[in-house]
Every structure is written in structure tokens, then in C-alpha cells.
């Protein structure tokens, strides 16, 4: 197809220029005004020497300004690079180096931190700050709006599918990786995945857009509860909405805050929200059960959907959500290398919790690549053939390893092991590493170690996930001091806060004499986890 994101959008503005297209803490932007602004970035961007295949790191919280930097991104042919707004300094550095960033956008809240690192990031040509109202303008930067004011729209242009857009995520050594794919047909992923949830067609080319637009008679009003930082946020509750025409729902407020998220679903008439699994939908449900008590119910009648990935959403959970709500709760199993299959619950149809359907091209295959028969209780990886991304940005090794051919066939494979039913659905079993999920976030226990044993009184630690009734998992450090030291589980905590992203940090440090090993120095996560497991 000839699609892009760019194009998709500037189809849209120009058919549809008075429909609401972002609403970030309460301030409305027509679709005409988001494809204005995003085209003064873009001229922007261009003034600065970033064209075609140039990469912008998006330094940013939910806002329409994350929305609108991204289409000006790609409104040069560049690809958007996201970055986890938690990073510490040594993370932006290595994120901003290994993706080739020429350009970083960030907020105002952030400036003293970019002050901290802009030597280290000699192929930056510029950095743009969004005033939050927290920090004066960073000296050599350029202001957001001011920028908007002071540059003419980029005139439009014919762009290539076969741009690279890439996301960011975890690979199992702990740094992270750019997951590739080709922007067009990217976007024909995306706008498939709307047309099917609407029972409609989707269009063959740009030819037929504006026609399948038209079809659509209540363009979705999505609510990215999760962080647009992420695939989750930015693929479903961005990418496929805007592609469909529709209004995108933000806040910039940190933190989750149910009662924020349904009073903007009241407010605004979200019909659409995305999740990240138990962690978002707990909170969630005891805010509806409160509201409820106290006699003031939320009134959340716009809401049709609840769609999730990324982290277990149990069945229980969803029965909590149904009874305030008729709703179509989806749980998507996938990652950042690809879709896999899906559950969909409603209050006609209940869903075993981790139990999915497969999507088409999705198989479960051994590690020694046979296909798993269903019913056959054996384990294996979940693959898929659908839509397999180029590979990992500079990492041609690890590419090798996850994106590779069975019987011909090119798959990706994430990592999720699961068994098939003898119906032909799967059950997700978890990860085959030790890589830890908490709150959709992926901690690598690897790079922990690392940071925890940086402390002088530290001889060693191993790392590992406990189950978390909030956050899904929690890390746990299992550390021996050197000997004769003496520090506190609270004073290690601390000294690694300097040194890692919050959501890395151990919940608890676990004292022991020694950090069991094997005779090759290779960690025993075995005996880790279940000390760790005993000691709770």
C-alpha cells in the first residue's frame, strides 16, 4: 500500500478540519489546527538539517504536544524515537546515542536534566522545550510554541512507505532496543485492526481512504491511560484512533489517578480506553465500587471499550468492570515484535484469564522448532508470521535470534512461552527469562544487579520478581554485603535511585551471606526466587 502515517493524518484534517483530533488536560485542538502545528515542526526540524530518515527522541509526558511533534516527525520522513521520561541520565545517554537522535523534544520539568547530558550528545542539532511552567528556557534551546509561531506550515509532500518507523523497548540484556518496521505497511496494520473492530473493509490505498472515513459513523474518542512512551499507548490508544478519524484523550498528570481517568471519560465521552492489564483495571474497578457507595456513581455511558496488552488482566477483574459497564473488554497479547492473538469479554461472553485466541500466521513452536499439536499439554514459543518487524536497530545478533525461519517461514519470536488447547486457543505461561513485568513496565534483573552492587558495601545480587497484586510483579534483590559491612536494605535502596529509573528500583533488598552461584559464576535465579519467596 501507499500509506503513511503523514499522509493518513493530513487526508484527515483536510476532510475533517473541525473535528476534535487531541484534547490534552482540557485544551481542544481541531484536526486542522494538530496537522497546522505539526507542519510548522516539521519546518522547523527541516531548518535544523533533519530530513528523510532523521530521528527525534520524544522527551515528553501525554499531551497533544507528543502527538503533534510526532506528526512533524513524520511529516520529514523521520521516525519518532520514544523516551521513558523515568531515564537517568547514563539511560537518555546510551537511548539518544543508540538511536541516532539529531533532535530531542522535551519539557520544561526536564531542562536541568538535558542540561546535565547535552555534551555527552554531540549528534543532537537541536533541542525543543515545551514550557510546563516548571523552568525558565533552556539557553540554545528553541521554544515549542514559539517555534509554531515563528515557522510557515512545511508544504506537503509525497512520502515513502518504505520509511523506517521504530519503537523502543527491552531486549534481555537489559539496554534497549529499536524494534523496526516499514511505515506504511505499519499503518495498514493499524487501520486493519480498526476496520475489523467495526466490521468494515479496510481501504485497498490512499485512493480509498476518504470513502472508508465515511463508513465510520462514531469516530472513536480514545483515552491512553498508559504513557504514550510505550507501544500500548501510542499504538492503540493514538495510532489506531487518529487513523480512524477520530479524538485523542490525554493528561500530562504523572501517576495513575482513576478518578481523573473516569471524570475525563464523563467529561469528554470517551468511548475507548487503554489499559496495561491489573495494574490500570484494579485501581479502576475501586474507584467505580467507591463512587458507587458513596451514591454518586461515575456516569461513563460513552464508554464502549476497554482494551489492554501488556500485562496479565484477570478474569475477576473483568466481571468487577462489566457490572458498571456493558463494555467490550479486549486483552491483546503481544509486544513490540508483534501482535499474537486476543480475548475479548463481555457480559454475554466470559474469558479465562491468560487465554487467548491466535491471530492469523501465529503458531506455538518448540525450541526445537516443531509446531506444538494442540491438546498435547507440550510448551512453546509464541511466534507469529503476520507481520514481522525489519529487526533490532544496530543489533544484527539479537535480530538473528528473534526474528528468524521455521520451515521457510519467517517469524517473530518475543519470548512468551504458552501451551494450545485442544480448541486451538493458547495459554500464556510467561516469559522463558527472568526478565520482570511491573506495571507494563520491563525490568531487566541484570541491570539492577549492576546498579545495586555500585554500592561499596555490596559483594553481590541476583534479582528477581515476586507476584504483585497492583503492579503484576515487583523486584526483589537478593544481596550479601562484603564482610564485615553493615548497611540497611533501606540505604541500598537509596544509593541505587541515583543510578536507575523508579520503576527499576528493588521494593526490598534481601540480606544474605552469600549469593548463591554456579561453579561457572553463572546466577542461580532458581534458588533467588524461591529464597525470595520464603523470606515473604
Given at each position: 500500500?501507499?500509506?503513511?502515517?503523514?499522509?493518513?493524518?493530513?487526508?484527515?484534517?483536510?476532510?475533517?478540519?473541525?473535528?476534535?483530533?487531541?484534547?490534552?488536560?482540557?485544551?481542544?485542538?481541531?484536526?486542522?489546527?494538530?496537522?497546522?502545528?505539526?507542519?510548522?515542526?516539521?519546518?522547523?526540524?527541516?531548518?535544523?538539517?533533519?530530513?528523510?530518515?532523521?530521528?527525534?527522541?520524544?522527551?515528553?509526558?501525554?499531551?497533544?504536544?507528543?502527538?503533534?511533534?510526532?506528526?512533524?516527525?513524520?511529516?520529514?520522513?523521520?521516525?519518532?524515537?520514544?523516551?521513558?521520561?523515568?531515564?537517568?541520565?547514563?539511560?537518555?545517554?546510551?537511548?539518544?546515542?543508540?538511536?541516532?537522535?539529531?533532535?530531542?523534544?522535551?519539557?520544561?520539568?526536564?531542562?536541568?536534566?538535558?542540561?546535565?547530558?547535552?555534551?555527552?550528545?554531540?549528534?543532537?542539532?537541536?533541542?525543543?522545550?515545551?514550557?510546563?511552567?516548571?523552568?525558565?528556557?533552556?539557553?540554545?534551546?528553541?521554544?515549542?510554541?514559539?517555534?509554531?509561531?515563528?515557522?510557515?506550515?512545511?508544504?506537503?509532500?509525497?512520502?515513502?512507505?518504505?520509511?523506517?518507523?521504530?519503537?523502543?523497548?527491552?531486549?534481555?540484556?537489559?539496554?534497549?532496543?529499536?524494534?523496526?518496521?516499514?511505515?506504511?505497511?505499519?499503518?495498514?496494520?493499524?487501520?486493519?485492526?480498526?476496520?475489523?473492530?467495526?466490521?468494515?473493509?479496510?481501504?485497498?490505498?490512499?485512493?480509498?481512504?476518504?470513502?472508508?472515513?465515511?463508513?465510520?459513523?462514531?469516530?472513536?474518542?480514545?483515552?491512553?491511560?498508559?504513557?504514550?512512551?510505550?507501544?500500548?499507548?501510542?499504538?492503540?490508544?493514538?495510532?489506531?484512533?487518529?487513523?480512524?478519524?477520530?479524538?485523542?484523550?490525554?493528561?500530562?498528570?504523572?501517576g495513575l489517578n482513576p478518578d481523573t481517568l473516569l471524570t475525563m471519560v464523563e467529561d469528554h465521552g470517551v468511548t475507548d480506553m487503554v489499559i496495561v492489564g491489573d495494574a490500570f483495571a484494579r485501581p479502576i474497578l475501586a474507584a467505580l465500587d467507591e463512587a458507587e457507595k458513596r451514591g454518586t456513581p461515575y456516569q461513563i455511558e460513552s464508554l464502549?471499550?476497554?482494551?489492554?496488552?501488556?500485562?496479565?488482566?484477570?478474569?475477576?477483574?473483568?466481571?468487577?468492570?462489566?457490572?458498571?459497564?456493558?463494555?467490550?473488554?479486549?486483552?491483546?497479547?503481544?509486544?513490540?515484535?508483534?501482535?499474537?492473538?486476543?480475548?475479548?469479554?463481555?457480559?454475554?461472553?466470559?474469558?479465562?484469564?491468560?487465554?487467548?485466541?491466535?491471530?492469523?500466521?501465529?503458531?506455538?513452536?518448540?525450541?526445537?522448532?516443531?509446531?506444538?499439536?494442540?491438546?498435547?499439554?507440550?510448551?512453546?514459543?509464541?511466534?507469529?508470521?503476520?507481520?514481522?518487524?525489519?529487526?533490532?536497530?544496530?543489533?544484527?545478533?539479537?535480530?538473528?535470534?528473534?526474528?528468524?525461519?521455521?520451515?521457510?517461514?519467517?517469524?517473530?519470536?518475543?519470548?512468551?512461552?504458552?501451551?494450545?488447547?485442544?480448541?486451538?486457543?493458547?495459554?500464556?505461561?510467561?516469559?522463558?527469562?527472568?526478565?520482570?513485568?511491573?506495571?507494563?513496565?520491563?525490568?531487566?534483573?541484570?541491570?539492577?544487579?549492576?546498579?545495586?552492587?555500585?554500592?561499596?558495601?555490596?559483594?553481590?545480587?541476583?534479582?528477581?520478581?515476586?507476584?504483585?497484586?497492583?503492579?503484576?510483579?515487583?523486584?526483589?534483590?537478593?544481596?550479601?554485603?562484603?564482610?564485615?559491612?553493615?548497611?540497611?536494605?533501606?540505604?541500598?535502596?537509596?544509593?541505587?535511585?541515583?543510578?536507575?529509573?523508579?520503576?527499576?528500583?528493588?521494593?526490598?533488598?534481601?540480606?544474605?551471606?552469600?549469593?548463591?552461584?554456579?561453579?561457572?559464576?553463572?546466577?542461580?535465579?532458581?534458588?533467588?526466587?524461591?529464597?525470595?519467596?520464603?523470606?515473604?
Amino acid at each position: 500500500m501507499d500509506f503513511h502515517f503523514a499522509s493518513a493524518w493530513e487526508l484527515v484534517a483536510d476532510k475533517y478540519p473541525n473535528r476534535i483530533a487531541t484534547i490534552s488536560d482540557n485544551k481542544t485542538l481541531p484536526w486542522k489546527e494538530f496537522e497546522r502545528r505539526a507542519s510548522c515542526i516539521a519546518s522547523l526540524l527541516e531548518k535544523y538539517g533533519l530530513g528523510p530518515g532523521s530521528k527525534a527522541g520524544l522527551y515528553l509526558h501525554n499531551s497533544s504536544e507528543y502527538q503533534e511533534a510526532q506528526f512533524g516527525i513524520f511529516k520529514i520522513g523521520g521516525c519518532p524515537i520514544n523516551v521513558n521520561y523515568r531515564y537517568k541520565s547514563d539511560e537518555l545517554v546510551y537511548l539518544l546515542e543508540n538511536s541516532d537522535a539529531e533532535a530531542v523534544f522535551f519539557q520544561s520539568c526536564y531542562a536541568m536534566r538535558i542540561w546535565e547530558i547535552r555534551d555527552r550528545l554531540p549528534n543532537v542539532k537541536l533541542f525543543i522545550q515545551i514550557d510546563d511552567n516548571t523552568e525558565a528556557l533552556l539557553k540554545g534551546a528553541e521554544d515549542y510554541e514559539r517555534a509554531i509561531r515563528a515557522y510557515q506550515p512545511l508544504p506537503r509532500r509525497p512520502q515513502n512507505p518504505e520509511d523506517v518507523y521504530m519503537l523502543y523497548t527491552g531486549g534481555t540484556t537489559g539496554l534497549p532496543k529499536g524494534v523496526m518496521y516499514p511505515q506504511g505497511a505499519f499503518a495498514e496494520f493499524f487501520l486493519a485492526m480498526g476496520a475489523a473492530g467495526r466490521e468494515l473493509t479496510p481501504p485497498e490505498n490512499m485512493a480509498g481512504y476518504a470513502a472508508f472515513l465515511e463508513q465510520i459513523a462514531e469516530p472513536p474518542v480514545s483515552l491512553p491511560a498508559c504513557p504514550l512512551m510505550h507501544g500500548t499507548g501510542v499504538w492503540l490508544g493514538s495510532f489506531a484512533p487518529l487513523l480512524l478519524g477520530g479524538t485523542v484523550v490525554t493528561t500530562s498528570k504523572l501517576g495513575l489517578n482513576p478518578d481523573t481517568l473516569l471524570t475525563m471519560v464523563e467529561d469528554h465521552g470517551v468511548t475507548d480506553m487503554v489499559i496495561v492489564g491489573d495494574a490500570f483495571a484494579r485501581p479502576i474497578l475501586a474507584a467505580l465500587d467507591e463512587a458507587e457507595k458513596r451514591g454518586t456513581p461515575y456516569q461513563i455511558e460513552s464508554l464502549k471499550q476497554i482494551t489492554s496488552s501488556g500485562v496479565m488482566w484477570s478474569q475477576e477483574i473483568k466481571q468487577g468492570l462489566l457490572r458498571h459497564q456493558d463494555l467490550v473488554l479486549a486483552d491483546v497479547m503481544g509486544s513490540t515484535e508483534g501482535g499474537m492473538g486476543s480475548s475479548v469479554m463481555t457480559r454475554e461472553a466470559t474469558a479465562s484469564t491468560a487465554k487467548f485466541e491466535l491471530n492469523e500466521g501465529v503458531a506455538v513452536i518448540t525450541d526445537d522448532d516443531r509446531f506444538v499439536e494442540p491438546g498435547s499439554g507440550e510448551m512453546g514459543k509464541v511466534a507469529t508470521s503476520a507481520f514481522v518487524p525489519l529487526g533490532y536497530y544496530k543489533d544484527p545478533e539479537k535480530s538473528a535470534a528473534t526474528f528468524r525461519e521455521v520451515e521457510g517461514v519467517r517469524y517473530s519470536f518475543p519470548g512468551d512461552y504458552a501451551t494450545v488447547e485442544p480448541d486451538g486457543s493458547i495459554t500464556l505461561l510467561g516469559r522463558g527469562s527472568v526478565c520482570i513485568n511491573t506495571g507494563g513496565e520491563k525490568v531487566f534483573p541484570e541491570e539492577v544487579e549492576e546498579a545495586v552492587k555500585r554500592h561499596d558495601l555490596v559483594e553481590d545480587c541476583l534479582v528477581v520478581g515476586l507476584p504483585d497484586e497492583r503492579f503484576g510483579e515487583r523486584v526483589v534483590a537478593v544481596t550479601s554485603l562484603r564482610d564485615g559491612a553493615s548497611a540497611s536494605p533501606d540505604d541500598v535502596i537509596t544509593f541505587t535511585a541515583d543510578h536507575l529509573a523508579g520503576y527499576k528500583l528493588p521494593r526490598q533488598i534481601l540480606l544474605v551471606d552469600q549469593v548463591r552461584r554456579a561453579p561457572n559464576g553463572k546466577a542461580d535465579y532458581k534458588w533467588a526466587k524461591a529464597f525470595a519467596e520464603k523470606s515473604q
